[in-house]
């Protein structure tokens, strides 16, 4: 009988393995263990994913120290590993370098199994028993089995779905992880094709994995939840081939203030992970990056700093502070009064009215020429100006 479903969502980050799937990243075994223990002892994920079977000796000693590690932690049970169905080669590889549990990776289209594989449905599902029994007798958890494709097959496939997943059943899986493997649905087709399974297999939990072609990610996970998936999977700053994989930030934040499903994650570590991820992928974070941009939190409007100083208007529950993090309020062009006021008094100074307004003059005017003002630049335009302090605060 299935479990009820917490009111957790379950976030399984796969940084580790589809964030290597960005073109020209590669982590190697010091930043797989960095990111692996900022993942599960900073932000507190659920599950970790760490690689790939077979890939190459790298990814095997990656993969043996952050096992190794995880045990030590007794954390062993959250790290999980892609295992594919290839006669137990897979399966020996997972256990041989110490990680304890495998997502298995099955093709979830009637057109993948057909074109990719060259196997009909039932030759596929031999493939599949015989990759679990291996892993019964390595003594190697199964966490979850991957339908890669599922999106399409949902959709241009649904008999083969339901035939492969009531045949998953049988086999004794739990979990299965719904793929939108080429980012192609939306909300709508999300909640209609999440429901159907949640329905039609109530004994069997779902995780719905979405990519972010259309830039839909966020928007999708968020339906797949509604719809009843128990689980969602992430990857620190979106990486992923193609556009990228859901934005473990972004679903950490819209599932509590969207869909008031909260994660265990620890909000405030989302920057320093963000800025360690970014830091060993070499990827940079756009500034307007929700969350964890060097921007997202600032603003640049006179009237939008106005209304913050007198009554927080421009305030949301996307607040700053449970990041971490603070509200800026940036000099320029469209700075107001309210803006060079935040700035003087972070510096501790107070200027005369004629002051006042001549520094704030010459800063809109350094912006008007492409010229950058901050607030460490002020007091030397106050000398510049010969504006003379008339107070300390």
Known sequence: MKSKPSAHVQLMDTTLRDGEQTPDVSFDADEKLAIARALLCDAKVDRIEVGSARVSAGERRAAGRIATWARAEGLHDRVEMLAFCDGGRSVDWIAEVGVERLNLLVKGSERHCR???????????????????????????????????????????????????????????????????LGVLQPASTARCVRR?????????????????????????????????????????????RAGNASLSELVVAL???????????????????????????????????????????????????????????????????FGRQRQYALGKLAGRASLAHHLRALGLTLDPAAFDALLAAAVARGDDKRPIGGEDLPVLMRELGAEPVASA
């Not at 509590?256 to 992928?281: F, G, I, N």
């Open 256 to 322: 509590r203030d969207h869909a008031k499903r909260p994660t265990r994650v620890d909000e405030r570590a989302l920057p320093a992970l963000s800025a360690l991820v970014a830091q060993a992928s070499g990827c940079l974070v756009p500034h307007n990056t929700p969350v964890v941009g060097r921007h997202v939190f600032t603003q640049t409007a006179g009237v939008h700093a106005d209304g913050d100083a007198k009554a927080n208007l421009y305030g949301s529950r996307l607040a700053p502070e449970r």
């Open 197 to 241: 399974m949640c329905r039609r297999f109530p004994g069997l939990d779902f995780e719905f994995h979405a990519h972010d072609d259309y830039g839909l990610a966020t928007a999708n996970a968020l339906a797949a939840v509604r719809a009843g998936a128990s689980g969602l999977h992430a990857t620190v700053n979106g990486l992923g081939e």
């Open 115 to 181: 074109l990719q594989l060259g196997k009909r449905l039932g030759e596929h599902v031999e493939s599949i028993r015989a990759t679990l029994e291996a892993a019964a007798r390595a003594r190697l958890g199964v966490s979850g089995v991957y339908l890669e494709d599922w999106s399409r097959g949902a959709l241009e496939s649904p008999a083969y779905v339901d035939e492969l997943v009531t045949a998953l059943g049988a086999l004794g899986v739990r979990r299965v992880y719904l793929a939108d493997t």
